[in-house]
């Protein structure tokens, strides 16, 4: 996996509560047999018509916003538990998404990529809204090693969580299953001392 | 103290335990399907090793087959690839399949209980998130992403920390024509569709309790939509009852031993629950989704929340979804015209559903301008309605009865819901585009749907209900 260590970047704001793994990547494009190429569809149907133009009302198609950095309002991949989600946004080029509250299901499929889901207060996420309206070039700086988001215009900054870890795995691009295989002995012990054993 | 249910099962799971780590928490079984596994056996592939323990996976295609004509080629190009590839895998793997043609194929979480593969206490997942499903039967169950597929194949484990625990009890009898469908949609509009992450929540009370199997697997299932990581109901009787004599369910002495452990399987009196919420059964009616999250729900009598009702941040996105479905605020649904009818989906496709829904269209006919799909949730449902005649009530009624699979939930195969249209779908998510570009989705249990699909727009169940005095059903 990516080793993710230290990211400035401007954002590409997207202030819509609620987004759902299927806005992100729809159905239809979950055909694919491999990781690579989601980004060509990411948040398709708000991206592009039915015939495949882009909406100019579309924050994505809009020139002044680009960046490494999703920022979006609460609850940010709710739905489908589809990976091909984090796929699509890493695909796409961003690194860190922020929102003030993320689904489960999706923060760690974000992890298990080396995108890093950011959770933030509402207050917080409302500033760095506000600072890119007002300056689209406007930066922030992340720092995982610290676990700081900064927004560089106004020095505000915030301490965010992350399970130590996930800290670890991300900042030496390990994968769980590297982890769990040094363990291979003691699941075969788990499976051969359990004092209930299920059929099938 | 004592443990909650949640807490009992996970702690026979846990294979390590570890500070600063997540839980090595151990996988019973482990359920796959066509979509979001053919990058996990890429993965294994890639690291060159097996899967660990391919006898506790099980395979089915579901998300992508078509639901005519399925002892044809799937002529979708992609589709195809994506089944073969998933029959090569599990050739490859030593996983037993049951895909197309097999008489045990069917959406996954229809086919798991149904087959006896889903039993108490265990632990399951799929990357899949309506695996919350089989915590109907007091397993700890939820869904996972195609890295943690992998992880699952490599080791029978995922790293996972342990989740918050929830109860939600539910008291009180239910209406006619109400049931569990308009339990969860009810439960879902006041928790909203965020109010359960970072929780596993374990249904209780007396409506619950009073639930089928069925109805059970329906409220569990949309767990995931108030971003639950899972819902469970401890097992009963009911439970026990169901799962006797399935295929995979354990047979003879072994079933009086599972039997011992089952009944252990309760949250304990003293049990501390990090959440507690309570409902009344009386104050819940048919209910209905207005927009595109399940968390935007109203009883059938009930109108359109205002936008200037919503916290000021979300109106914005209250106003888009309402704009999207083609809705005012303070509108009521009932007369609403109705385009097309779905039943179907891993939420309302088992024989209870079906059987409401025909006992409920008997002798009537559809509304000539709306199409009805009923999707059954696997080949043994489709067979078992065969065999009570269902279908040919279905025939009569102007419903097409298709083959099995995930079908216009998603909209991943040809069942897709044209642009602007609108549909009453059994199923679990109203999201902008789930049933196909542009679709408006209204979420309804299956006596809703079907009396939708007679009237040609929505209408209260509960007084057609009152007017034919159809045998109320849990559905």
Redesign the interface.
């Known amino acids: 996996m990516k080793k993710f260590e230290k990211l400035t970047s401007s954002v590409v704001p997207l202030p819509i509560e609620n987004v759902d793994t299927d806005q992100i990547i729809p159905a239809r494009f979950l055909k694919a047999t491999t990781r690579e190429g989601f980004g060509d569809n990411l948040f398709r149907d708000w991206r592009y018509d039915s015939d495949g133009q882009p909406k100019a009302d579309f924050v994505m198609n809009n020139p002044t916003y680009s960046g490494k950095i999703l920022v979006a309002g609460k609850n940010f991949g709710c739905g489908s538990s589809r990976e091909h989600a984090a796929w699509a946004i890493q695909d796409y080029g961003f690194d860190v998404v922020i929102s003030s509250f993320f689904a489960d299901i999706f923060k760690g499929n974000a992890l298990n990529n080396a995108v890093l889901p950011i959770t933030v207060p509402d207050e917080f996420l409302e500033k760095i809204f506000n600072t890119t309206f007002a300056n689209p070039d406007a930066e922030l700086t992340v720092n995982l090693e610290a676990q700081t988001v900064t927004i560089n215009a106004t020095g505000d900054s915030f301490i965010f969580e992350i399970n130590p870890y996930k800290k670890s795995c991300l900042i030496n691009g390990y994968d769980d299953i590297d982890y769990i295989l040094s363990h291979t002995a003691e699941i075969e012990e788990f499976e051969r001392t359990r004092p209930f054993s299920f059929y099938r | 103290m004592g443990k909650t249910l949640v807490e009992k099962i996970w702690d026979?799971h846990v294979?390590?335990r570890q500070e600063?780590?997540?839980d090595?928490l151990?996988i019973?079984?482990h359920l796959i399907h066509e979509?979001?596994s053919?990058?996990a056996f890429?993965?294994l592939r890639k690291?060159g090793?097996p899967v660990?323990r391919p006898?506790?996976t099980?395979a089915t295609a579901d998300?992508?087959v078509p639901t005519l004509n399925q002892h044809l080629p799937i002529q979708e190009e992609?589709?195809r690839?994506?089944v073969d590839?998933l029959t090569k895998n599990c050739k490859e793997f030593g996983i037993e399949l049951y895909g197309l043609g097999h008489p045990y194929q069917g959406i996954v979480h229809v086919i798991g209980p149904e087959l006896?593969?889903t039993?108490p206490?265990?632990t399951m997942v799929c990357?899949?998130?309506h695996t919350s499903t089989h915590g109907a039967f007091g397993a700890i169950a939820f869904?996972?992403?195609?890295?943690?597929v992998?992880?699952v194949f490599?080791?029978?484990?995922l790293?996972q920390?342990k989740p918050k625990t929830m109860k939600i009890e539910v008291n009180g009898e239910l209406a006619k024509g109400v049931g569990a469908k308009d339990i969860v949609l009810y439960i879902i509009s006041k928790t909203t569709?965020?109010g359960g992450?970072?929780y596993f929540v374990e249904f209780a009370g007396s409506a619950i309790r009073s639930l089928s199997m069925e109805g059970r697997m329906t409220v569990c299932n949309m767990s995931?939509e108030m971003?639950a990581?899972g819902g469970l109901i401890a097992p009963d009787q009911t439970t026990f009852d169901y799962v006797h004599g399935r295929e995979?369910?354990?047979k003879g002495e072994?079933w009086d031993?599972?039997l011992a452990?089952w009944e252990t399987l309760y949250s304990d009196e003293d049990a501390q629950f990090d959440a507690v919420l309570e409902f009344d059964a009386a104050d819940i009616q048919p209910m209905i989704t207005y927009g595109t999250?399940p968390g935007m729900g109203i009883g059938i009598s009930e109108v359109i929340p205002a936008t200037v009702d919503q916290p000021e941040?979300?109106r914005?996105?209250y106003r888009?979804a309402l704009d999207y479905m083609g809705f005012q605020d303070n509108e009521t649904l009932l007369g609403h015209p109705v385009d097309y009818v779905f039943i179907g989906s891993c939420t309302n496709s088992r024989i209870e559903d079906l059987r409401a829904v025909a006992s409920f269209v008997q002798g009537k006919k559809k509304a000539a301008h709306v199409e009805v799909w009923i999707v059954p949730g696997s080949k043994q449902v489709e067979a078992q309605a065969k065999e009570e005649g269902i279908d040919k009530i279905f025939e009569e009624a102007g419903f097409m009865l298709r083959e099995p699979g995930c079908s216009a939930c998603?909209?991943?195969n040809e069942d897709k819901i044209p642009?602007g249209k609108y549909c009453v779908s059994t199923s679990n998510?109203n999201?902008?585009?789930?049933q196909g570009?542009?679709a408006r989705t209204m979420l309804a249990s299956p006596l809703t749907a079907a009396a939708a699909a007679v009237s040609g727009k929505i209408v209260d169940v509960r007084e057609l209900l009152a007017e034919y005095d159809v045998v109320k059903d849990n559905a």
């Not at chain 2, 869904?143 to 943690?148: A, K, P, V």
């Not at chain 2, 999201?431 to 789930?434: H, I, L, N, T, V």
């Open positions: 026979a294979v390590k600063g780590f997540p090595i151990y019973d079984t979509v979001t053919p990058q890429d993965g690291r090793i660990f006898n506790q099980v998300h992508n992609l589709s690839y994506q590839m006896g593969i039993q206490g265990k990357g899949d998130s869904g996972i992403g195609t890295s943690q992998e992880q490599a080791t029978q484990c790293l920390q569709a965020a992450t970072g995931i971003g990581r995979f369910a354990p072994d031993k599972a452990y999250n941040s979300e914005p996105s888009k998603l909209g991943m642009a998510r999201f902008e585009g789930r570009p542009n």
